[in-house]
């Protein structure tokens, strides 16, 4: 969900002072994440825009939408990769063998570092912000020396990950090559940072820590969106899972144990708006413990259905770094927290630390005990949805951001 915005695009539209020049680096697809820091910055930099966008990418229709967002309130410098992916293999494999190109510029695409090069050198940016790996790659290989490099991480992910792609990894390889020389890292918090490496919180000055964010104010009450929507009794407490459906998010899984779990006064409601109709059917005959809900909702709306529900879930995988700590990581987590609602997570050490400080969330080990962890938060209810706001407030809510080198936001 893309962030109240109102002043941000103001100051990035307005003259006023000098202010340094930043420059957000994009290869991929524009996300929502990545429009929220531009307006973040904007507060206190010049911001402007370099995107790549591979083939794959300006197809979509969610990823157009943003660059045109962005198009709207800042100046943007787009290039394309005019062949579909299987070309541009073949076109790639013919330039390594015959010029020995290294594999992570082929990935990123020869051309895009030298335009990046081109581009800052005639701009004379202050600062450049990398957002993942394969920009880190084009800002640093194109623009080293000219600018202050600030790489802004969301996802940590390393070469010896089994499910790492062969195109993938080089690219993770130099991103582990390129980190120590840096300027400044922004990420999320102390263990993803070490899963970058253990030794850069003292190799790199400027390492900050800034949990995912939004600018949005607290959710004001409660809603009853989902209640009167789907017709769910009122003595029955709504559990919400909202997001996609795909095997790591253990759809079936959570379904089966509120089914299964004996209890009347819970229902699982599961909001995805991209349910197929086999799904939906199979969700509805569980009878009144799983309601299904694919109904597309504005972002407003969305607001009204998480903040109906009594606890939200937030299950991510345990085994693979990028989705056990994500306890500051998640845009799922900060918008159940700015609603009021409490969560329910795996434990590990990344939500320890977030409920040791809050009493924000219930930790599983297993999912069939999430019915008793939704239970044990209703029972204090209106603790839970003040400590939840609480974190919102605290940790998650951002309206500027200051670039630091060697301090912390």
């Known amino acids: 969900m893309i962030d109240d915005k109102a002043v941000a695009a103001g100051s990035a539209r307005s003259g006023g002072g000098a202010r340094d020049r930043l420059l957000i680096v994009r290869w991929g697809e524009l996300r929502v994440h990545d429009l929220n820091m531009a307006y973040l910055l904007a507060q206190t930099y010049e911001v402007e825009f370099a995107l790549f966008t591979p083939h794959y990418a300006y197809r979509g229709k969610a990823g157009r939408s943003f660059v045109e967002e962005a198009e709207k309130n800042f100046r943007v410098h787009e290039w394309r990769a005019g062949l579909p992916t299987r070309q541009l293999v073949r076109l790639h494999s013919a330039l390594e063998r015959v010029f020995r190109l290294s594999q992570p510029l082929l990935t990123v695409g020869v051309a895009f570092p030298f335009r990046l090069r081109a581009l800052v050198k005639a701009k004379r940016y202050d600062i450049l912000m990398p957002i993942e790996q394969h920009s880190l790659y084009c800002a640093w290989r ?3 020396g000219l600018a202050t490099i600030v790489y802004y991480s969301l996802e940590v992910q390393t070469p010896s990950d089994e499910d790492v792609s062969f195109n993938l990894r080089p690219i993770l390889l130099a991103e582990r090559s390129i980190l120590p020389r840096v300027d400044g890292i922004l990420i999320q918090d102390a263990s993803r940072l070490a899963v970058l ?3 850069l919180a003292t190799e790199v000055p400027g390492v900050q820590f800034l949990p995912l964010f939004s600018s949005r104010s607290l959710y004001e009450g409660r809603s009853d969106f989902l209640r009167s929507r789907l017709g769910i009794d009122s003595h029955r407490r709504i559990v919400l899972y909202y997001g996609a459906f795909y095997a790591e998010r253990f ?4 379904a089966g144990a509120f089914r299964d779990g004996g209890r009347d006064d819970l229902t699982l409601v ?6 197929n109709a086999e799904d ?17 909702l504005e972002p407003d709306e969305l607001d009204d259905m998480v903040a109906s529900a009594d606890a939200g879930i937030a299950l991510y995988d345990n085994d693979k770094p990028n989705t056990r700590f994500t306890a500051y990581s998640s845009e799922k987590i900060v918008t159940y927290l ?12 990344s939500y320890q630390d977030l409920k040791a400080k809050y009493d924000c969330c219930a930790l599983i080990d297993k999912i069939d005990q999430i019915p008793a962890a939704a239970a044990s938060l209703m029972a204090n209810a209106e603790h839970h949805w003040k400590e939840a706001r609480r974190a919102y407030q605290d940790v998650f809510h951002r309206t500027e951001l200051v670039l630091k080198a060697g301090g912390e936001t």
């Open 338 to 349: 700015r609603c009021g609602v409490p969560f329910i997570a795996f434990d590990n050490e």
């Open 270 to 275: 599961l909001h995805n708006p991209q349910m």
């Open 197 to 199: 490496g253990a030794s």
């Open 251 to 254: 759809i079936n899984e959570l």
């Open 142 to 144: 194109g623009a080293a």
């Open 280 to 296: 939906a059917a199979r969700f509805a005959a569980m009878g009144d413990n799983v309601r299904p809900s694919a109904t597309y």
